[in-house]
């Protein structure tokens, strides 16, 4: 059984290689009547894309976006939504001791030993380059939620941490994350990063990260316990973001070290709306949105492409050392700042839909309790 | 949309609430012909039972199993296996001020918003009590992957850290942690959590904790890039495990701070056989397994029912302050090993079908590539 | 991989066998705050209950149904509703010889094949007393779709003919159904049938039969192209009911035989409403409801279980001849009437649940066209 | 909820509209290392494709296959399969007043009450264009099929009646359906229903047929009782194919008027193989296939597209009278010929992966009964 579906009503088959001829998804379960245009899409594709800034990969892709279904005189159909990207960068060169060797930390290794075959240009299924299908659904799902209320979900995505320094909590403005070239929330962060990056791709080198991803004006009661819980299904949303390594959701690990009455929120009304004080449970209780903002937080790792060889093997074992020539990300956690924004849209998306599916009529959440 | 079913091919349907008759799961898609008494999943569920410490509740539940349907003559039958655990302790009382009263950090007010209506007794269908359904459904998955080969995925789980007091990975022994009240892996830092939870306890507080699961013998190659990658599904049921904040795979956060190098998981052959040097991936790349121990950690979060008042609102929104009474654990993280023994136990068995669904005839990973 | 799940959004998990302990199912998905007790559904499984006439199997349960989980005060809670049903009547005799005996027409040789193991105690899990859970959810489908809104679909059954002998159109009258012991629409036909049947149950035959259930009322728009039609839907839940071998809509299989012109159904607008002035669509066009009534009529085979023997084999290959001594119906078509009832409420409410997520907010059918 | 998505382990997600740039699908779950070419799906599509006789459509689509990711080197990899055909005939006209005309029996009313909007250009999304996928798919599993075993299911389809011509059984001949344009088993009823449909075609109407899709060599064991059975999938899969309005397995409608000793399938062992004596059960028995060949058939109506003016109304509810100009197939059966029979290879398929899902390490069907 392969697996490339995410989403239970909103829908996201994403398929293709780095280095075939296109890669692209299909989207289903999209509301009809919906308006979408390209240009929606590749405004979001645009930010993803290789070769913005030096500290990104040089690789060209335009990441042009083609709508080739479900979209109606500019207004989806409520068919299945068909994107097409077409890989424009694949240069023609010879792969040959790429396709038996193996570079570590990357699933060269897995995927060979799992199917026995795999598409060696350039990591194939396993590249990043299958997070701009992400993106675009992302986009779309933004552009539903925006037509189904007025109030629509705010996502916001900023790079928090490259290596050790983080951006200062007391400096946090989103509106500056797109100021720059690392979707930086403090500018006063980004020339250390500047030079941070720039150090470890002249040592050949790459870095680790860590990306927040926070929606505001969040409906309550999104999420389906017990095995739809929307904390769990943001985890698995972003654990499955190439190279991403621990996720958390509002205070995090952090909660470890807390007391009770130290990790409360307390509650209290404001003119007929509930407020809480505080949000170390990120806006989610019991699987379930509170209406506060949510909050979730990913490690990812260094590019595992480095110039510094490693000891590895090939695939007949014999024992080789690996050095990554050419292009390549030297922190892709800036990257995956779109692709962590995209995944929550999608989630959301796909829980609202549910909650909705579950409440036919207006019925439930919308009424008082009956009097017994 | 309410959804209740975790797996895709080893699929357990949990339902039942706190004070309700009875607790119970469904699983669906379990091999024929395993052996399977109630006694093999009792162990397990004893485990987890309240009441065996002062450090845990002392709720009185037998938590007794009862397998009604898809065993017969002492084997598995292919068909659905239903188990049944009666709840027992559900003490008379008057549940009425509760019925209206949200307390701070459980699912009361999201649930209420969510359904209009809620199961207020006990937690109802958002008590930890639920998970006595995963822990039998992962007992289960255990004798299903002990049926299966001859050295199955030896799966254990310990106590990392309470509050601020973290085991020694120097002293770290899985040959202890059942030796204590704790599921501590390090026999000298018992003493320290027992005055640390006796301190909480006293308090009227409560303290949040880490707990590591580790699985060796995982075969290579189990995950289903790109949406049911294995790190992704481990991610979803651990997050899901009540009261849950974070997750992480091998290095998780840590790999923020690491340089592309620090990183890598040198290889080498050793006697025919792939040998990594080190495991900073935690057994996973690509989203499939490497062969390598998977390492999965997660933070949750201190009980949130605390005899410290915490100000909150009613059902009608007067304020309020709570302080729960009565019987709780200190530190839920305590009975979540078990818990999260389960998830890892049900994940690997349903990525071990899924697996070989798609190399049915042994086609596949088994067989050298056929020459050009 | 097994598979006891039917639905999508309104989702049943049936399980038990005929002769173990109990039998149940797990509906998930239901939305909250339905009214719904023990005796809404019990009406429906005492319409399918053995023994009621002589024309059924005299096999004696009770089929009481218990509710243990998702209905507190009365409403549903919009967590799974477990629903149990003991087995009452296990005679305590000896299976031995069954035990390696196929009854032809039986799933004893397949289940035997298939998972080398079967409960061959009346049947197992291929016992069409497994239909008893369909019955069951099925009420609790028509309680929520009377909860959902003011002119919920009206569903009704009847056996439209018994062998070669078919209830006449042109007496069909659906308020005599429950007025005798075939759900007859057809009063004159009773007499020819008790007849018929008398003579095929002294003759130690049975005989086969034509169920219809047609369903007014229902919303236009239901039914989720291309692999989630609802002509599809019907035909996979008819035909999974135990013995059936043929399944059609609207004209069925005379469709073979018409011209466009004859197969045609016309419309007019008459108040403000569409009208078709004939339905041989049987309410369904290009997979999705058009407002007419659903018509759907399956075919039941004779009971394999027959006291005229069968040339069989044994487990181990011997030759041996089959008749089934004790308690069978001659036509079990007879007790399948409700059972299609109640797949037709699943699927319609499943289709309702589906419609409604797709078109959240109101937007989409229920608004007119945007100028362009 | 749209749901285009067909399988469970073999999936298949179909895109596209009749007059869209292209159509297409992803399939996901496809086993590694199969050998697979654009030839192998070509020749499947051009059976079904248009203008091949003077008993088709006159549209001129060259249904050109191009597989744009998911195989490498010859091979499939394990990962999504996409493919993708161009729709070259897509005639610039003015559609205008096809836009708001519902054409009786066609989907344009229902599409446009469930949707609020619809493609109008040729059926949209709802036109008989979509089955080349399936064929597509269909001729993937076939080669997936001849990769597992030695000896794979062997799928043949016929028409097997157009209007109230049927085809001879005694002169029934599966060599000679690709020798005629009618896929007729029948080499003298070609004569009489080439007369036939030229009659209707000349009269601007159009006609019904029977389409009859055997298996032979199927492995017993297919089919998961109780929801996926393998007789309640192949109803689903043929009443979803465009036109379909009834489904029999087997002996069908006609087992209604059977007693039980006549429909019985006696067996016996013949050189250490079971032996069925008839096959009125169509091969399956509780859900699950016996050994035997499958037979299915399905009746599907005439084509709605006729030069009989059928009264209808606008959009607006105007009264109109629609006459459906241009090209159109006079009898839809005959292309559905290729289409039934990919069906049943995506079934089929399917159902050999869940089996084997379920089987995982040969315990099970594989092995004699334990010894009590």
């Known amino acids: ?14 398929w293709g290689e780095s280095h075939g001829p296109m890669i692209g998804c ?3 379960g999209c509301p009809p009547r919906v308006k979408l245009s390209e240009a929606d899409i590749q405004a979001y594709l645009d930010e993803r894309k290789p070769g913005r800034s030096r500290f990104v990969t040089q690789r060209r892709e335009a990441d ?3 709508i080739v279904s479900g979209v109606f005189d500019g207004m989806t159909t409520g068919t299945p939504i068909s994107l097409i990207i077409e ?10 001791d790429i396709s038996t060797r193996y570079r570590p930390g990357h699933a060269d290794y897995t995927y060979d030993r799992k199917y026995g075959i795999r598409d060696y240009r350039g990591g194939g299924r396993a590249s990043a380059r299958e997070t701009a299908c992400r993106v675009a659904a992302g986009a779309v799902a933004r ?11 705010i996502i916001r995505g900023a790079l928090a941490q490259i290596g050790d320094i983080a951006a200062d909590r007391a400096r946090w403005d989103w509106a500056v994350t797109r100021d720059n070239a690392f979707f930086a929330p403090d500018p006063e962060i980004v020339p250390l990063w500047e030079k941070q990056v720039d150090d470890v791709r002249k040592a050949g080198s790459s870095i680790g990260a860590v990306i927040e991803i926070v929606a505001d004006s969040v ?9 739809a819980k929307l904390d769990a299904d943001l985890a698995h949303a972003m654990m499955g973001i190439n190279g991403v390594k621990a996720v958390e959701i509002g205070d995090g690990f952090a909660v470890a070290a807390l007391r009770g009455e130290e990790n409360a929120d307390p509650m209290r009304q404001e003119n007929g709306k509930t407020v809480f004080e505080s949000n170390h449970a990120g806006g989610i209780l019991g699987g379930i949105s509170s209406g506060q903002p949510i909050i979730v ?17 090939t695939r007949d074992g014999e024992h080789i050392e690996v050095a990554t020539k050419g292009r390549h990300d030297p922190c892709i956690g800036i990257r995956a700042v779109p692709v962590g924004e995209a995944m929550m849209a999608c989630v959301l998306l796909d829980h609202m839909l549910m909650d909705h599916a579950q409440h036919h009529g ?3 959440r919308d009424l008082p309790p009956d009097q017994p």
Do not use: C, E, W
Request: without cysteine; charged residues 15%.
């Open 1 to 14: 059984m392969s697996y490339n579906t995410f989403g239970r009503l909103f829908r996201v088959t994403s």
């Open 362 to 364: 207006g019925r439930g």
């Open 143 to 153: 552009k539903v939620m925006a037509h189904l209320g007025a109030s629509p979900p």
């Open 297 to 313: 937080r990913f490690a990812i790792k260094p590019t595992s492409s480095i110039l510094i060889p490693v000891p590895s093997i």
């Open 64 to 66: 042009q976006v083609r």
């Open 87 to 96: 890989n424009t960068d694949q240069r023609s060169r010879d792969y040959g």
């Open 26 to 28: 299909v989207i289903d």
């Open 219 to 227: 409906p309550v009661g999104l999420g389906a316990p017990v095995s």
